[in-house]
DNA sequence: ATGTCCCTCGACGAGGGA
């Protein structure tokens, strides 16, 4: 079984790009982040042609998440992380397909750092520490999965020296990134390929995609169940060079049938 | 500080976010 996530930056406007690339390499399930769409402007029923079923969490001009399966139902579980009444915007949803549950997050950026973006964050980074430490006590099959907006290690940025004072790489985020794996999950693409330098995302600037000056923030996370059952994974990293194109491009996993 | 691209409002570009 594949499963992707796709920061497509703006699902209307990358609309194209999405079903050519859903067409291409036919993943069973897809994450999705930043909709940009309010949940009536989802374009649900070119996804429905292109053969998928979806769920999904809109928000006008921002955030949006959605979770995209072929051939398979979905249940959907929430789509609000618990922990902040308060917190309205859509960055989260969760599902159970296919005797995994899935959790499609969009994590906030957090610049500028320090501010009240850069507490936002850590706060969000807080509360799901603690929801995924209670879906680890259900003791099931978990994938946690999105747009993390961090760089977990300096092997993970491509001039790590100039991101340190930034949101996505200062010690605080990286520390609370590590310690959510520490609870017992998996870097599922780290694991693969241990020493590589490998990116998700490309900035619109400067041909940052061209000089290959890449970021790695979109990341599965697989529960202790799902570790031994990971065969592949990569990034379709040739999405980032194709016209009215996302600054991310898909990464996905495969999973062998328990 | 810059660069680019998305979104919205609602004007014929500007501003916010990333």
Redesign the pocket.
Known sequence: MKIATYNV??????LPVLLRWLQETTPDIVCLQEL???GE?FPEEAIRDAGYNAIWHGQ???NGVAILTRNLPIEEVGRVLPGDPEDVQSRYIEANVNGIRIACLYL??G?PAPGP?FDYKLGWFKRLAAHTQTLLAMDVPVVITGDFNVMPTELDVYKPERWLDDALFRPEVRAAFRELVAQGWTDAIRKLYPDEKIYTFWD???NAYGRDAGLRIDHFLLSPHLEGRLTAGGVDRYVRGWE?TSDHAPVWIEISES
């Open positions: 930056n703006g699902v209307n406007g990358r940009k769409a309010p402007k006008k001009s921002w906030p950026n610049n973006k619109y600037f400067r009215k």
